[in-house]
């Protein structure tokens, strides 16, 4: 086995301490597979920890070629979301680094080189989908250096399509093809731990934050033609059992965010591809728009959204504080306006200075039920907070219908929307437009909770 120490010369490994180093001068296409099998043989050289198939290439240029002239305009953008990907599916133990104008290198601390030639694939599948609308697993390649018969670096490329047909063949239980030392690259970046890297517990997720789509009941015109993105419970729990003021869950929330904005956009671009439309809203917390740091991450992501689909997208402000100064308010909601038709702000308490909401540009406030509260209380919540948004010309929607109790008392007391178990379950993709009275989603809701009973 081939392991040497990443410690060397300048031109082995750079440190990153908050990112990638600057990018270096541009590489010819033609020279890149040249180049970069140099700079793997400086890396393997130089180093006692890093094997032979741990360094891998991935590079930019599917998505630039079929950008075409948008590229120029976009190409920084690109690279901070695929810069932001690669935080998130690395382990703190793996070193990536930009390399020439439209690559990265990458090399991995301990995966094998199978996993980790499928874990640079994912990564450019995941990109080409949010970037695109699409990922054609066959154009999808990573590059990996490899010692030949003759001692010296050649390169294996993989094939997305080829790395998941091995991944469903491969038997339970079979070895690594080729393990790493079990020791940490010192170059690695120094961050704290993403989902993907928590150990998995009851109340963790199992992999990434897990987005659904919940629909949503349009009063007036008597139809469902709305998704709402939501988390699904497990991720909901891991959130709720964090303190709320630990600097880890705001980290965690704006994980969340950004998982949230990606999905229902890549979702969203991919239905349009096939003639597909709806209304669609994204939450995102003020914790999130608060921090100037998580706020220019969060808004370069925006700049992605595709154009066309900005009519149909509204974002939902959550978790706004009790008093928060009209300025604050207004500043947010003009960063977002460019992206999208409207802002709402949802609210879990009664309370809210509506006034304020209304004056910084906010379009409608919606109430979120509990459903562990008894239902007198919340008939008497809803009865008593839907008719204060109408009063400032705001909408409101109530989020969290389970009766049809409390789906008459919404309706009678001025809400615009509402959803809920009532209205329909969260899935995992939004489905088409349906009318339909509220008769009719009574009886289906009555349906599915037959279907659900073991008996049904």
């Not at 695109?132 to 094939?159: E, M, N, S, W, Y």
């Not at 731990?193 to 659904?212: C, F, G, Y």
Request: glycine content about 6%; charged content about 25%.
């Amino acid at each position: 086995m081939l392991t040497r120490d990443v410690s060397g010369p300048d031109d082995a490994l750079p440190e990153q301490d908050d990112g990638p180093v600057p990018a270096p001068p541009p590489i010819p296409a033609q020279s890149i597979d040249e180049s970069f099998k140099e700079r793997a043989r400086q890396i393997l050289t130089h180093s006692q920890t890093v094997t032979a198939g741990s360094v891998h290439l991935i590079g930019l240029d599917e998505i630039r070629q079929e950008l075409g002239d948008r590229w120029g305009s976009v190409n920084e953008r690109v690279h901070v979301y695929a810069e932001r990907m690669l935080k998130k599916v690395l382990s703190p133990r793996d070193v990536w680094f930009r390399y020439g104008e439209n690559h990265y290198i990458i090399v991995f601390a301990q995966a094998d080189r199978k996993s980790a030639q499928l874990t640079c694939s994912k990564v450019m599948e995941s990109l080409h989908q949010a970037l695109l609308g699409h990922a054609d697993t066959r154009r999808i390649t990573v590059k990996t250096a490899v010692v030949d018969i003759g001692g010296g670096i050649a390169l294996d490329t993989a094939r997305l399509a080829d790395l998941l047909k091995d991944a469903v063949h491969k038997p339970e239980g079979t070895a690594p093809d080729s393990p790493a030392a079990d020791g940490a690259v010192p170059a690695a970046e120094v961050r704290r731990p993403h989902w993907t890297e928590m150990p998995a517990d009851t109340i963790t997720p199992q992999s990434r934050p897990k987005v659904l789509f919940r629909p949503v009941f349009d009063v007036k015109h008597k139809v469902v033609s709305t998704y709402c993105c939501r988390t699904d419970a497990d991720t909901a729990r891991y959130l709720n059992c964090m303190d709320a003021f630990d600097p880890e869950r705001e980290e965690a929330v704006f994980d969340l965010d950004m998982e949230t904005l990606s999905l229902a956009v890549s979702t969203y671009n991919e239905l349009y591809a096939n003639k597909f439309r709806y209304a669609q809203t994204i939450p995102v917390h003020f914790g999130t728009l608060a921090s100037s740091r998580r706020r220019r991450e969060y808004i370069q992501a925006c700049r992605m959204i595709p154009r066309v689909l900005m009519p149909f997208l509204a974002f939902e402000l959550d978790g706004l504080p009790a008093g928060v100064p009209y300025g604050r308010l207004a500043e947010i909601v003009a960063m977002l306006r460019p992206f999208a038709r409207a802002a709402m702000v949802i609210l879990r308490d009664d309370a809210g200075d509506l006034s304020v909401y209304a004056t910084a540009g906010v379009k409608g406030v919606g109430l979120r039920l509990d459903g562990r509260e008894d239902e007198p209380h919340i008939l008497e919540r809803v009865q008593a907070f839907c008719p204060g948004p109408r009063k400032f010309g705001m909408f409101a929607y109530v989020d969290g219908v389970r009766t049809p109790m409390e789906l008459e008392a919404a309706e009678a007391a001025g809400a615009a929307y509402l959803s809920g178990p009532i209205v329909g379950e969260d899935s995992e993709v939004p489905e088409h437009m349906k009318r339909c009275t509220e008769r009719q989603l009574l009886q289906r809701s009555r349906r599915r909770h037959h279907s659900n009973t073991p008996w049904g």
